[in-house]
């Protein structure tokens, strides 16, 4: 599975921006699917994912009710909304996909720089 991140770009404080993740094949409804975030100097931090079996949501207590994570019905594509962005969203965003089992696989993107900045 091949993953293309889209969407980061440079915004003020308080804007909007809409991250985009494709898939090189329609899987994502097969798995959970995450997206993490690493500013400089910073280890990788867990923003939000989205599970397969029942599409419910779970996100880190800073983006908490300004970020909302989704995906489309065919599979091959995932979505981060961000709102009322804040300095300290400032990073590079990652998607993921988890595939459990007996060796279980993580696949990753390359990455899409956001910068929140006046």
């Known amino acids: 599975v091949q993953l293309v991140e889209s969407g980061g770009g440079l915004v003020q404080p308080g804007g909007s921006l809409r991250l985009s993740c494709a898939a ?10 995450g997206w ?6 910073k ?21 908490k009710g300004r970020f909302t994570i989704s995906r489309d019905n065919a599979g091959n594509a995932t979505y981060l909304e961000m709102n009322s962005l804040k300095p300290e969203d400032t990073a590079i965003y990652y998607c993921n996909v988890h595939v459990p089992g007996p060796v279980p696989v993580d696949y990753w993107g390359q990455g899409t720089q956001v910068t929140v900045s006046s």
Do not use: H, K, M, W
Not at 24 to 33: K, P, V
Not at 36 to 41: D, E, I, L, V
């Open 24 to 33: 090189s094949e329609a899987t994502l409804n097969a798995y959970a699917i």
């Open 36 to 41: 993490f975030r690493q500013a400089p100097g």
């Open 43 to 63: 280890g990788r931090e867990g923003v939000s994912c989205i599970r397969s079996v029942d599409s419910s949501t779970v996100y880190a207590d800073s983006v």
